[in-house]
């Protein structure tokens, strides 16, 4: 297993810019989420989704879209870039069957915008 | 929302000696306290994890205490390697969408 995988691990864009941080994981979980980690404000959530088809608001989640067309994938798209939103974003997976809710998170990419 | 406060920000113990994280959180319907360490460049990892209804769980090195009542929980690490260097974050959960993490400790275990 690959666990939880993310691309680009770093990226660099300009303001007004826009992409979509991957995430992907083949452990066949439900859940799924994006975080944003900044220096003294630990990991907040962005969005989240408890399955294909349904997702969910985090704690902050303006400038930022998500979707989940399938069980495995998760991406996160910054529409038009703004420099606040430079950070080290994380995605996570968990089974949550049973209240299992161990996340299981990817590598990160280190996104700076100019 | 639920508040997760953690201290201290920054920790240094000498190799051998324990390490204390404390954490306190301010909802009541919270239910479930991972601790979570992170390595330099990497994502955060569960190392131990506790319920409500329990009120410590250990793990070799690694202990997790909850006071329900006080809403406080607290990692402690005992003879501390050099591999325990990281940053450790606490969090409440009340449920999957509703994970509040602290701040973080860094622990630097110094040889």
């Known amino acids: ?114 | 929302g639920e508040n997760v406060e953690q201290h201290p920000s920054t920790l240094s113990v000498q190799e051998g000696d324990s390490a204390v994280i404390k954490c306190t959180y301010s909802d009541s319907a919270s239910n479930y306290f991972p601790w979570y360490k992170q390595e330099l460049g990497k994502g955060p990892q569960l190392i131990i994890d506790i319920r409500s209804n329990v009120g410590e769980k250990k793990d070799q090195r690694i202990a997790v205490t909850l006071n329900k009542t006080a809403k406080h929980f607290s990692l402690h690490i005992t003879e501390t390697q050099p591999e325990d260097s990281a940053v450790y974050f606490c969090a409440a959960a009340g449920g999957y969408q509703k994970v509040t993490f602290g701040i973080g400790t860094k622990l630097q275990v110094i040889p």
């Open chain 1, 1 to 114: 297993n690959a666990g939880v995988t993310q691309t680009p691990k770093f990226q660099v864009l300009k303001t007004g810019q826009s992409m979509t941080l991957q995430c992907a994981q083949d452990m066949n979980h439900e859940y799924m989420s994006w975080y944003r980690q900044d220096p003294g404000m630990g990991l907040r959530l962005i969005h989240y989704s408890v399955g294909a088809g349904i997702t969910d608001q985090g704690e902050v989640p303006n400038g930022y879209n998500v979707s989940r067309s399938t069980t495995e994938d998760f991406p996160l798209r910054l529409l038009s870039a703004a420099p606040s939103q430079t950070s080290v974003y994380f995605c996570a997976s968990s089974y949550g069957g049973g209240g299992d809710f161990e996340q299981y998170f990817g590598p990160g990419t280190r996104l700076t915008v100019t």
